[in-house]
């Protein structure tokens, strides 16, 4: 599928459970590139800080694609400290490859639900798909909240076909779970172990040489 696929987050750290979902995607929609975008200044975080800055999880993040050879990096959000808002990257992004190639943006099930309380939602559908990541039993809550539910009926499809041309689908793609969590990777170097397995040896060393979440 000539498209481009989209995933953000805090990458805090970036880890195999995000890079595998991303590149598990890629393989399921034949998609030539998944883009990673770290979030600079995460607006829902209400002014509180991710624990490593917005430069060491770019950083991090170029590091960690170089196993994969179908994802990349787009580092505009975390470029600025200026809040991170997705329907403006879209915007951004969609400015710069033109009105034909679809992008499609990755969303985790549970991201999906809570919608309606980002800024400018509606918009997403006039500038991407959304592609719903989720665990192949995974089921949405019913009835969805704020408006979310007719939207879903309206525009969601099954035939991934559909992708490739325009914008506003909503398409559900199964992947396997990834049982890792940037949480508890924080955890581990707090308490002086080594995540080893649990995300690339290069980020490893990048968090060591920084000292990154020691505290």
């Given at each position: ?19 595998h979902l991303a590149a598990d995607v890629a393989a399921a929609l034949e998609l030539p590139c998944v883009r990673l975008v770290p979030a600079g200044n995460p607006w829902h975080r209400s002014g509180r800080s991710p624990p490593a ?163």
């Open positions: 599928m000539d498209a481009l696929g989209l995933l953000g987050g805090t990458f805090n750290p970036i880890h195999y459970g995000h890079l800055s917005r430069q060491h999880r770019l950083a991090m993040t170029n590091l960690a694609v170089d196993e994969f050879p179908c994802l990349g990096v787009d580092g505009r959000e975390a470029a600025t400290d200026a809040p991170s808002y997705t329907t403006e990257t879209l915007a951004s992004i969609r400015a710069e490859i033109g009105p034909s190639t679809p992008i499609l943006l990755l969303l985790g099930a549970d991201a999906f639900v809570g919608l309606p309380s980002w800024k400018n939602w509606r918009r997403l559908f006039e500038l991407a798909h959304l592609v719903l990541v989720a665990r192949p039993e995974f089921a949405l809550p019913d009835p969805l909240p704020g408006g979310l539910a007719a939207i879903h009926d309206e525009r969601r499809i099954d035939d991934p076909r559909l992708l490739s041309a325009g914008a506003g689908r909503i398409y559900v793609q199964a992947v396997a779970p990834q049982p890792v969590s940037a949480t508890a990777i924080r955890q581990m170097i707090r308490e002086g172990r080594r995540p080893t397995g649990l995300l690339p040896e290069a980020v490893i060393r990048y968090i060591d040489s920084h000292g990154l979440y020691r505290s």
